[in-house]
């Protein structure tokens, strides 16, 4: 798993919204910088949602990361986001899916949790700075396929 | 079997924070719950993954079912969490 932005890695339990430690585990990441940033696939696979906001990939064995740009950017009428792929698109680790103007936030957080759908538990392999394309996490096993309806 | 037709009033859609108060509850049950279109198949409610993939959005009606003791509570509970506007 690695990072869709350059930026600071910040422990989940650190993201103003505990509902995203109920989607599984990982990290979150505040971007570096200031006005327009790209987030990039964190692992290949088909691009099982892609909202203004957010995006989720599934990749070929059936584990999915989810990338949610910004807290509480869901209900921001303009929030800044360009989507340059579309849902069900196959993509490679590393390629753009969204671009976004962080001075649309409008007074929130830019915090981009990123997240191992139903994993229990990842193993960090980043702290600090990271770069995109810096490894985040690794999983700690694979969930079971047959969950994922 | 228990049903129940509930509209998607979150403005978000079932996604993000709602997805994952439902799949949290839906956990709950003891029994298989599934949630889906009229149109379509339906996927289980206790997979985010499957959820998350089904992407329903704001206004949509979606269709919830379960079996089994204790299934009427357990649909309530979630079509609370499909019918609750954003906080």
Same mark, same amino acid.
């Given at each position: 798993?690695?990072?869709?932005?350059?930026?600071? #890695?910040?422990?989940?339990?650190? %993201?103003?919204?505990? $509902?995203?430690?109920?989607?599984?585990?990982?990290?979150?990441?505040?971007? $570096?910088?200031?006005?327009?940033?790209?987030a990039?696939?964190?692992i290949?696979?088909?691009?099982?949602?892609?909202?203004?906001?957010?995006? *989720?990939?599934?990749?070929?064995?059936?584990?999915? %990361?989810?990338?949610?740009?910004?807290?509480?950017?869901a209900?921001?009428?303009?929030?800044?986001?360009?989507?340059?792929? *579309?849902k069900?698109?196959?993509?490679?680790?590393?390629?753009?899916?969204?671009?976004?103007?962080?001075?649309?936030? $409008?007074?929130?957080?830019?915090?981009?949790?990123?997240?191992?759908?139903? *994993?229990?538990? %990842?193993?960090?392999?980043?702290?600090?700075? %990271?770069? #995109?394309?810096?490894?985040?996490?690794?999983?700690?096993?694979?969930?079971?396929?047959?969950?994922?309806? | 079997?228990?049903?129940? +037709?509930?509209?998607?009033?979150?403005?978000?859609?079932? +996604?993000?924070?709602?997805?994952?108060?439902?799949?949290?509850?839906?956990?709950?049950?003891?029994?298989?719950?599934?949630?889906?279109?009229?149109?379509?198949?339906s996927?289980?409610?206790?997979?985010?993954?499957?959820?998350?993939?089904?992407?329903?959005? +704001?206004g949509?009606?979606?269709?919830?079912? &379960?079996?089994?003791?204790?299934?009427?509570?357990?649909?309530?509970?979630?079509?609370?969490?499909?019918?609750?506007?954003? &906080?």
């Amino acid at each position: 798993m690695y990072a869709p932005l350059a930026g600071s #890695v910040i422990p989940l339990a650190e %993201v103003p919204d505990p $509902a995203f430690g109920l989607l599984g585990a990982g990290v979150a990441v505040e971007p $570096a910088g200031q006005g327009e940033v790209t987030a990039r696939a964190p692992i290949s696979g088909t691009l099982l949602t892609l909202r203004s906001h957010a995006f *989720a990939i599934l990749d070929d064995q059936g584990r999915a %990361v989810l990338v949610h740009l910004g807290i509480d950017t869901a209900g921001l009428r303009d929030g800044g986001f360009t989507r340059l792929r *579309a849902k069900g698109d196959r993509i490679r680790v590393g390629e753009p899916v969204t671009r976004w103007n962080l001075t649309a936030l $409008a007074g929130r957080s830019p915090l981009c949790p990123v997240i191992a759908l139903e *994993a229990p538990e %990842v193993t960090r392999t980043a702290a600090g700075t %990271v770069q #995109v394309g810096d490894r985040l996490f690794v999983w700690n096993n694979s969930p079971s396929k047959e969950d994922h309806g | 079997m228990a049903e129940r +037709h509930v509209k998607v009033e979150s403005v978000v859609g079932l +996604h993000s924070r709602p997805a994952a108060e439902f799949v949290k509850t839906a956990a709950k049950a003891p029994m298989d719950v599934s949630i889906g279109r009229f149109t379509g198949e339906s996927v289980n409610a206790k997979s985010i993954l499957a959820v998350l993939a089904l992407d329903a959005r +704001h206004g949509e009606q979606l269709r919830l079912r &379960a079996e089994g003791d204790g299934a009427e509570e357990i649909l309530d509970a979630l079509a609370k969490v499909i019918a609750e506007p954003d &906080a």
